[in-house]
């Protein structure tokens, strides 16, 4: 019996897999097609052979197959696919756990510390001294410049009460909200946006801790405490805390955000920990979650950590990260836009907006 001939060329419905499969390894090599795609020789053939051109080289003196060179690897050709399918996969959980980092607030407008220019660029002041994130988001910045210190983050704790959360937040809410089992917030956000945009506190870990909580920074006796009595006065040009800075209400002496900072011994883990119980409680009874990973960079790994750990435990990925995405990645869906963007292109699939001519009986 013979095989119908496969589509060949860059019509074929396969191609962009193929491309996909192609670039993340780096190998061309047709068995590797094959196993990959569950297809035949002769497919697999006709599917390297369309590459070329495309992301392939053929060396002839050697008869072998090379990545082009300097071809842009930013481009993603699959993203509309990708963000069908992610709204499959959404729509058809029965729990979630949104996985957020810093990337996921920068829609709402809140500054992108990403490097020390970005970190400069928000704080013009402490570029002046030199004064890097790492050195002023810590316990001895508090010590040595406590007007400083509370300078940005008082500055801080008045962006963030200002600032709105993104409509991205309120549709992961309503997404989490129709599925069974529901959905939990795994954040390294210390802005308290997901409490802000009506999620519910029983729900949400702050792995970093909260710019809404204060310590003593001496921990004389454990206690967390709210913000809600602090309006700090910024002079925001020098970075400055110009009223009474928070004290401890049990020892006097200075209070901190309840943040965990960089070589940071005296963070006060305690609410972090009760949090993580919950959502531990919480995951031991959910099967499979799907993780919305967004926003969640390198530098700062806890949240990838994190998400790295429940796709090994078998619980489908989804990356929205617009500067580091692996867009070839085939393991998981990885979308190289913003947060809101992503997740508004998503929820259009999900209402069906995004996708009018969509026959059903051929989604699988
Ligand atoms: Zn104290």
């Not at 809140?110 to 004064?131: E, H, I, K, S």
């Not at 965990?260 to 099967?287: E, G, Y």
């Not at 993780?291 to 969640?296: N, R």
């Amino acid at each position: 019996m013979t095989q119908p001939t496969p589509p060949a060329g860059r019509s074929d419905p396969l191609y962009l897999h193929a491309r996909q499969l192609v670039l993340f390894h780096g190998d061309a090599r047709i068995a590797r097609l094959q196993r990959a795609l569950r297809i035949g020789h002769q497919h697999a053939t006709a599917l390297r052979d369309a590459l070329c051109g495309d992301i392939l080289e053929y060396h002839a003196h050697d008869a072998s197959w090379h990545i082009a060179k300097g071809m842009d690897m930013t481009h993603d050709p699959l993203v509309d696919h990708k963000l069908a399918q992610a709204a499959e996969w959404i729509g058809n959980a029965t729990c979630m756990v949104v996985a957020a980092g810093a990337g996921m607030g920068i829609d709402s407008g809140l500054p992108d510390f990403r490097g020390d220019n970005g970190f400069w660029r928000a704080y013009p002041a402490l570029g002046r001294q030199g004064l890097r994130f790492e050195s002023i988001a810590s316990p001895q910045a508090f010590e040595k410049h406590p007007a400083t210190a509370w300078g940005f983050y008082g500055h801080r704790l008045n962006l963030y009460r200002a600032t709105t959360p993104h409509a991205g937040f309120g549709l992961l809410r309503r997404w989490g909200q129709r599925m069974p089992q529901g959905c939990f917030v795994f954040t390294s956000n210390v802005d308290g946006h997901f409490q802000k945009a009506g999620y519910p506190t029983a729900r949400i870990y702050e792995c970093h801790g909260s710019i809404h909580r204060l310590q003593c920074t001496a921990n004389c006796s454990g206690e967390i405490w709210p913000t809600a009595d602090l309006h700090p006065q910024v002079d925001e040009a020098a970075c400055l805390l110009q009223s009474a800075p928070p004290r401890c209400p049990k020892c006097g002496a200075l209070a901190r955000p309840n943040i965990l900072m960089f070589d940071d011994w005296q963070w006060n883990d305690a609410r972090s920990q009760q949090q993580r119980m919950l959502l531990d409680m919480w995951l031991d009874s959910a099967q499979a979650p799907v993780v919305i990973e967004i926003g969640a960079g390198r530098a700062v790994a806890t949240v990838r950590r994190f998400s790295q750990r429940m796709q090994q435990r078998g619980s489908p990925l989804i990356r929205i990260n617009l500067h580091e995405a692996n867009i070839h990645n085939p393991h998981a869906i990885e979308i190289s836009l913003g947060a809101k963007e992503a997740l508004e292109r998503i929820d259009q699939h999900l209402t069906g907006a995004g996708n009018p001519g969509q026959d059903k009986s051929q989604a699988d």
